[in-house]
């Protein structure tokens, strides 16, 4: 059984979450709270295996309830859930404890998956594509580079030219995400400019967008 508390300051999106993790086999929830200080509170005293918890949170935000458990050696699986997440917000969750991020506007699938997945180990999880982006099965073969069907389709859009504002147009996504996406391909196939990916790009012979 995975015990889970969920942290979240919005109420609908709170009882949704609840009556999600409560239809899961396996899955108990605990506690839920609605603000930084509770959060804190609940994983101190119910010692749960996993805690969801919004990153913009009142009283105490959710960095600092990560930063707050990590000091307090609480060993507790948490996944960050955000609105909008950039390359220095999910570089933050990490450095502060968090197990992984999911963004609010992907599937409730994606965030029973995230949690189980944090529970058996998994370093690190990130959700952060688009909602009708299917969750990739077990063994699946990634794209070239070893970059997702979306990833690829990104690079190959900053191949063609388009700055951040017009692929996140083209995407139907937030500019903020597109970075985040292109953060991501940055770090997966080891480059650190938009030069250098289209050189890497046009090596592997993928210059069509």
Not at 15 to 30: E, N
Not at 65 to 74: D, G, S, Y
Not at 112 to 124: F, K, L, N, Q
Not at 183 to 199: D, F, P, Q, T, W
């Amino acid at each position: 059984m995975i015990d889970v508390v969920i942290a979240d300051d919005h109420p609908i999106v709170l009882a949704g979450l609840t009556q999600l993790f409560r239809q899961q086999a396996g899955m108990r929830v605990v506690a839920t709270c609605v603000n930084g200080l509770e959060a804190l509170d609940a994983v101190r005293t119910h010692r749960p295996h996993a805690l969801l918890l919004d990153l913009n949170m009142p009283k105490l935000d959710g960095l600092r309830v990560l930063r707050t458990l990590t000091a307090e050696r609480i060993g507790v699986s948490t996944i960050v859930l955000t609105a909008e997440a950039n390359a220095p917000d999910v570089a933050a969750a990490r450095a502060a404890g968090a197990r992984g991020i999911v963004l609010k506007e992907l599937s409730p699938q994606h965030v029973i998956d995230a949690v189980r997945r944090a529970h058996a180990g998994a370093e690190w999880i990130e959700f952060l594509g688009r909602p009708r982006d299917p969750l990739p099965e077990p063994g699946e073969q990634q794209d070239s580079l070893g970059l997702t069907p979306r990833e690829l389709e990104l690079a190959g859009l900053v191949v063609s030219g388009l700055r951040n504002r017009d692929i996140a147009a083209r995407l139907g996504i937030s500019e903020g995400t597109a970075k985040l996406h292109l953060y991501n391909v940055y770090k997966k196939i080891g480059v650190a400019s938009r030069v250098e990916l289209v050189l890497r790009m046009r090596s592997a012979g993928l210059s069509e967008a």
